[in-house]
């Protein structure tokens, strides 16, 4: 698989990522509303799309994460401010010109709106942008730490309502959730989470419980395998068929290892009954580092074959290596890499786990099930060679299954934006979390680890970011000269 990854396929797309006008992507995408005026000139950078003041920010901000004694302090100081109880001086909520500041630099550069108003602008100018759609995703999160066996919270404060016969924690959940699906328009995509987004705020875990999300009836379910409060089902199933209605898609979000084997049982009962028309309205998001994950997918590729429905695979590699167990993840980020590529390039050749791929193997194999791909990642190498492999099957006229492209909002815009130069009619989407600055306090603290984390990556973002400044500068002087 090693050898894929630095072979034919990738090195081919590569080239085209750096050399294809950006028009190709609106020109392939039949049927579908942009509004993307082909400004940039053929030989600009992917990120020539990119609007001025993003393009400060992200300059910014990447200054700061490719820069080790500036991003660790920025770390810190993020972590500071998602501690309770904070002194004036780091409480955003009472420290107007910090909330400011925030909210003009990082604020911006990763998250939605703070409004309802706010995040459909920012939508709205995705779209304008060329991407199909927006993935949207609450600022709402708790982080059970399986290192301490502690529950951390982060953002919203919510009623618990523990053993009420209706939990103010699920109703609380279902009514910004269905605020959500209000805000998607014709590609966008809703993000749903039961708890907990990844953690980490590396040295300053909150030591104070705080619960948030859907609440401890439904974590303590999903963590004990147990089916979820009535009022929970009633309330996933009501969202499920808003979105449905809509033509939009559901995500469902991988957790801690705690919660994920009950989160992906009520996401396969969820596909049984929203992804009967051909395509996937519910997604399930399977973990690469996991070493189950191999298995939970070949369990999931026998019930939709069975069940005769479409198994939405979302893909990631996986985000609670600093939390969850390390002995269920992958010992390396070879083998992490290897398992990720094994299961996105085998679901595009409709070859997997003893699951079709009748061209190639002569024993009698189980029919491949009908399967919505969805890869989010961040890794160039495993972007590129999947999207050159679909588009290379479907020229010739092989079998392949549709799949879509994501990255959050703010990072990995050059490989966003050269996906979308690229033929073949790719699906690519920003993922947006929205909430109010302190609510996504606890989520850009991670963004700025997990840049630390990704140190090669950022600094290729940030040549190319650089790289794009002193293009628009030259062209500036030049004008005036
Ligand atoms: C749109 C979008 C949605 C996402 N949704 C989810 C979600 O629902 N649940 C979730 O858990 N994550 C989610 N993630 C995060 C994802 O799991 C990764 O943490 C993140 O994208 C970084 O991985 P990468 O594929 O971009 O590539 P890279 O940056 O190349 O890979 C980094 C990843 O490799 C793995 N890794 C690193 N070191 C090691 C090691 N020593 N041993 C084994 N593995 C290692 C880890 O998974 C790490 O995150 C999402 C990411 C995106 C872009």
């Known amino acids: 698989m090693s050898g894929l990854r630095n072979g034919r396929i990738a090195s081919t797309a590569y080239k085209a990522l750096s050399t294809q006008s950006p028009f190709v992507a609106s020109v392939s995408r039949a049927g579908a509303v942009s509004h993307r005026e082909p400004a940039a000139p053929e030989d600009a950078s992917p990120l020539s799309v990119l609007p001025a003041g993003a393009l400060c920010r992200s300059l910014f901000t990447n200054t700061v994460s490719s820069t080790p004694w500036l991003l660790s302090p920025a770390i810190y100081f993020l ?54 759609g927006t993935i949207i995703t609450l600022a709402t999160e708790t982080v059970f730490d399986y290192r301490k066996n502690l529950v951390h919270g982060l953002g919203v404060e919510a009623g618990a309502g523990e053993g009420a016969a209706t939990c ?32 980490y705020l590396p040295g300053k875990m909150l030591t104070e419980p705080r619960i948030t999300g859907a609440g401890p009836l439904v974590t303590d379910a999903l963590a004990a395998g147990e089916p979820l409060p009535q009022q929970m089902l009633d309330a996933l199933d009501e969202i499920s068929a808003r979105c449905k209605a809509q033509q939009a898609r559901i995500l469902i979000d991988a957790e801690s290892q705690l919660y994920q084997f009950g989160i992906l049982e009520v996401g396969l009962d969820l596909m ?61 980020k070879q083998d992490t890499d290897a398992a990720y590529d094994a299961i996105a390039l085998g679901a ?69 934006f050269g996906l979308l130069r690229l033929g073949g009619a790719p699906e690519v989407y920003k993922c947006t979390t929205w909430g109010s600055l302190a609510e996504c306090l606890g989520y850009l603290a991670r963004r700025a680890s997990e840049n630390r984390d990704a140190a090669s990556r950022t600094s290729d973002e940030f040549a190319a970011l650089r790289a794009e400044a002193r293009r628009r500068v030259g062209r500036l002087l030049r004008l005036q000269g």
Request: charged share 25%.
């Open 79 to 132: 972590s500071h401010l998602c501690q309770p109880r904070r002194p004036l001086l780091f409480d955003v909520q009472r420290n107007r010109p910090l909330a400011w500041l925030m909210k003009q630099t990082v604020y911006k550069q990763f998250c939605g709106g703070e409004t309802p108003a706010e995040t459909k602008q920012t939508m709205r100018r995705m779209r304008d942008m060329g991407f199909r």
């Open 168 to 199: 103010p924690a699920i109703a609380s959940w279902r009514k910004r959730t269905l605020g959500a699906v209000e805000l998607l328009e014709e590609g966008d995509q809703l993000a749903i989470k039961y708890d907990s987004i990844p953690p």
């Open 272 to 332: 049984r009954k929203y992804n009967r028309d051909g395509h996937a309205v519910i997604y399930n998001t399977y973990q690469a580092y996991l070493k189950s994950t191999p298995a939970s997918v070949a369990g999931h590729l026998a019930a939709a074959l069975e069940g005769d429905f479409t198994l939405g695979l979302k893909l990631v590699r996986g985000a609670y290596l600093a939390t969850d167990k390390r002995s269920l993840i992958h010992d390396t």
């Open 348 to 416: 595009l050749r409709q070859d997997l786990f003893g699951f079709g791929g009748v061209e190639k193997h002569e024993e009698a194999r189980r029919p491949f099930p009908s399967v919505n791909l969805f890869l989010a990642s961040h890794n160039k190498e495993s972007v590129v060679a999947a999207h050159e492999l679909h588009r290379q099957r479907s020229e010739q006229g092989l079998p392949t299954v549709p799949v879509g492209f994501a990255q959050l909002q703010g990072m990995s815009d050059a490989l966003s």
